[in-house]
């Protein structure tokens, strides 16, 4: 015992840093801490494509895709289809999802900002196993963002797999982003590309 003591006082810098790895490592909410700094630097941020962009006909982006629903709370069915002239966000999330729970606090700013815009409209979709678990984890950061689940299947042109997943619809109903992976929705950058978005 007392070799041991001798040890963690000449290696305790080594010992706090496997301490705080093992604490990353089982708490959810402390990688998400550490993934919110990484995405606070916008590097794995990804733009909203300009309007003339061509495409390869093989390549999804930009060109109008499938359509599918999603139920909210109250049971209401919204059809994706159904909103064209309006500019459109889609997350999709788990609460079990690290990377999800670091990018939604930018999210809900995004919100916040556009709550009141009618031309605008947040499709944030859950995929938890049991629902519950995603109304759960929103209520105890009280985050208001809608809470939405798939009502069927999700076409790959959405959704691959990839969690989180963010898509931006444009008012015509094409594809101007497909992002895989946590980015911050609430920089000045991406507002920008939002309202012009909105102006077309």
């Given amino acids: 015992m007392e070799k041991f003591k001798i040890w963690l006082k000449k290696n305790w810098s080594l010992t706090l840093l496997f301490a705080i790895f093992v604490f990353l490592l089982v708490s959810p909410d402390a990688k998400a801490w550490l993934m919110r700094q990484i995405i606070s630097t916008g590097l ?10 061509e495409k ?18 109250s049971g209401q069915l919204i059809n994706v289809s159904e909103l064209k002239g309006k500019v459109v966000f889609i997350n999709f999330w788990a609460s079990w999802c690290p990377p999800c729970r670091a990018e939604f606090p930018s999210i809900q700013k ?15 979709i859950n995929l938890d196993d049991e629902p519950q678990a995603g109304k759960l984890y929103l209520k105890k950061e009280k985050f208001t963002i809608p809470f939405l689940i798939p009502n069927g299947n999700i076409p790959n042109e959405y959704f691959s797999g990839s969690l989180p997943t963010t898509v931006v619809l444009d008012k015509t109903g094409k594809i101007r982003m497909h ?13 920008e590309e939002i309202n012009q978005l909105l102006k077309d």
């Fill in 44 to 53: 794995l941020n990804s733009k909203i494509e300009e309007k003339n962009v």
């Fill in 56 to 73: 390869p006909a093989d390549e999804n982006i930009a060109t109008i895709t499938e359509s599918f629903s999603v139920k909210d709370e």
């Fill in 110 to 124: 995004f919100y916040e900002k556009y709550e009141g815009n009618d031309d605008l409209v947040f499709l944030t």
């Fill in 179 to 191: 992002h895989a992976g946590m980015a911050d929705y609430s920089k000045d950058s991406f507002y």
